[in-house]
T-cell receptor
């Protein structure tokens, strides 16, 4: 069964304290893995698409990596404005369905 | 990646009425997807909307309750019919493609009273 698990559920960091969010997945043939940022009451904001193991992508303080079983979203020297829920989703080769994780709620304390 | 304009951003509706949510995409996309997100929960897919054919609904969602239109490759609507307080949620559309990324609309926060 295709599924996505994100950990931790919630993470509190001091400003400048780097950390990583995890997205573990099982899917019958990965077509793409997607990271989104979601602020309260708003739609998810697209961050990255990763297609194959070993791939990495960066955007400002965020870096996403991918292995055959999981993806990490590394946050370097986070700022309070990075506080949000980060969602991971995977798309299998067999269809257009997205499988979403339940998200990691990140709070960065000044 | 595609830019999606979703309207309305929020609404408060009376029980038993209907609300139509619109999503306009700035480029042509083959498929559009409609989601519901309960507070503090992840996204639940309602249906997939293809242009020129009937939408495909996920288990637990029916066309009579959530009719969808897809008149062209840049536009879709979702109607929430005969609303009850249990329909209070955030409704989202998604579109795009694998190469450029899938984006979401800004969401419609619906409150049914």
């Amino acid at each position: 069964e295709d599924q996505v698990t994100q950990s931790p559920e919630a993470l509190r960091l001091q400003e400048g304290e780097s950390s990583s969010l995890n997205c573990s997945y099982t899917v019958s043939g990965l077509r793409g893995l997607f990271w989104y940022r979601q602020d309260p009451g708003k739609g998810p904001e697209f961050l990255f698409t990763l297609y194959s193991a070993g791939e990495e992508k960066e955007k400002e303080r965020l870096k996403a990596t991918l292995t055959k079983k999981e993806s990490f979203l590394h946050i370097t020297a986070p700022k309070p404005e990075d506080s949000a829920t980060y969602l991971c989703a995977v798309q299998a080769h067999t269809g257009n369905q997205f499988y979403f994780g339940t998200g990691t709620s990140l709070t960065v304390i000044p | 990646s595609a830019v999606i304009s979703q309207k309305p951003s929020r609404d408060i509706c009376q029980r038993g009425t209907s609300l139509t949510i619109q999503c306009q995409v700035d480029s042509q996309v083959t498929m559009m997807f409609w989601y519901r997100q309960q507070p503090g929960q992840s996204l639940t897919l309602i249906a997939t909307a293809n242009q020129g054919s009937e939408a495909t609904y996920e288990s637990g969602f029916v066309i009579d309750k959530f009719p969808i239109s897809r008149p062209n490759l840049t536009f879709s609507t979702l109607t929430v019919s005969n609303m009850s307080p249990e329909d209070s949620s955030i409704y989202l559309c998604r579109a795009g493609d694998l190469s450029y990324g899938y984006t979401f609309g800004s969401g419609t926060r619906l409150t049914v009273v």
